[in-house]
């Protein structure tokens, strides 16, 4: 009777410094690399921020692509989200805690409101359908005028879980990749066909690059060469 409050407490007083650690810890022990970076660096120096798109199962690892960067992440307003938005204050990023689904949320708004700072979401979160792009993110890029950068990450060496999410853990030691996709603009006038094919365009690019990235480190085959696989940079965390 006692023991599920007790459980809840001790989740969100040590939760968040456990997910720090766990990161901090894993991303010591791995080399990473990052496909494509000469795209986010291109919107940057335009001065104008972005939003950054991945999946709901691939998020626990970009803290480390994000890292230096002035960045806001929407996380869920449930207990799980609080935790994860504590652990990321800790990187020096600013959780909002809301939903990115209803335009008139209070997330909504502070995302809308967000300047000079880049925002991250999880377009198929907090709750799913797993990997189908919910209409919010295309509605936030079309009233922000911001592009959307789609991201995915992968490992070597990985943990699924058997989530709604499929979420990933890589393990200590392995090879990570992290993959940027071209930029998606949304037209601040366009109709609701319009948005409705960025958002099929956003979900066929994401589950393209995550498809992309779970097979990154697998052995090259002799019709995929190097330069296939496009030119990167590698990087320590």
Known sequence: MFLKPLRKKLVAWWGPWLAYW???????????????????????????????????????????????????????????GQVVG?????????????SSTR???????????????????TPDGPRGPRHQVQVGVIELARLTGRAILPLTF???????FNTWDRFLLPYPFSKGVFIWGEPIEVDQNGDRTHLEEKRILL?????????????????????LSPKGRGEGAHFDS
């Open 103 to 121: 335009k008139g949320s209070s997330g909504f708004k502070q995302m809308v409101k967000a300047h000079g700072s880049d925002i991250a979401i």
């Open 86 to 98: 504590k652990a990321l204050i800790r990187f020096g990023f600013r959780p909002i805690l809301g």
């Open 22 to 80: 766990i990161i901090k810890g894993l991303a010591r022990t791995m080399r990473f690399e990052e496909i494509h970076p000469e795209i986010p660096r291109r919107v940057w120096e335009n001065g104008i921020p972005a939003i950054g798109a991945f999946w709901h199962g691939r998020l626990f690892m970009m803290p480390v692509v994000y890292k230096g960067k002035t960045l806001s992440f929407l996380v869920s307003p449930h207990r799980d």
């Open 154 to 160: 992968s490992a070597s060496k990985k943990k699924i």
């Open 203 to 223: 979900e066929r690019r994401l589950n393209e690059l995550t498809e992309e990235a779970d097979h990154y480190f697998e052995p090259l085959t002799p019709s």
